[in-house]
């Protein structure tokens, strides 16, 4: 039920670009994880959420092999810059040939290393964050771009949902689920942010900073 409510989905808004499509092919042959990537249905969102905030600077962390940052710098205002973070520097130049195919390789500047040691060193403030990569450091990311952000900017979180594991027995063992869960019971009681959880593949978080 849900591929074919997916499929609907899909039929029901606009059509993904043609660098969009050979990106996402192109991860699934060349990438043992490939589902990693954001792909059309989200990436959709993505844009979306972006075209609406019309941030000037925006921070994501997890490239991979550049989906879902593409998606995300559709929204930049004019000067507009995207900051990208990616431990895995094997990904690097695969991510950065799509974004000069794109015309965007000027607007988006690549990080290769730890999220907690480049955050520190990033001397901006951003409207839009995704959060992406390890599930186990989603809480300490949060907590370190959090006065990044600018007053009314937006958060997304992905992965919140985590294949339903969160509403499952948690093994001690499963550290990703267990950050993820403590991602999530943390900004649920964050007064400083309004949050929304959309169940959209694999469940995103929504939060809007109203407060320092």
Known sequence: MDKVI???LLSHIEEESPLLARL???????????RMCSGHLQGSLLTLLSKLVRP????????????????????????GILHTIEINDELELLAASFFEESGMRDRIIQHIGDA??????????????????DKR???SNYN????????????????TLWAGKVVQKVATN??????????????KTDTRVETFMIPIRDGMTVLRKISE
């Open 56 to 79: 000037s600077r925006i921070l994501e962390i997890g490239t991979y092999t550049g989906y879902s940052a593409l998606c995300l710098a559709n929204g930049l205002s004019d000067n």
């Open 144 to 159: 370190l771009l959090f006065p990044k952000v600018a007053l009314g900017g937006v958060i997304i979180a992905d992965n």
């Open 174 to 187: 499963d550290d990703q689920t267990i950050g993820i869960m403590l991602f999530n019971d943390f900004v």
């Open 6 to 8: 997916d499929q609907y």
């Open 116 to 133: 907690d040691d480049i955050i520190p060193q990033l001397d901006e403030k951003f409207d839009l964050v995704f959060i992406d990569a």
């Open 24 to 34: 996402y092919r192109q991860t699934q042959v060349m990438m043992v994880n490939g």
């Open 137 to 139: 450091k989603y809480l």
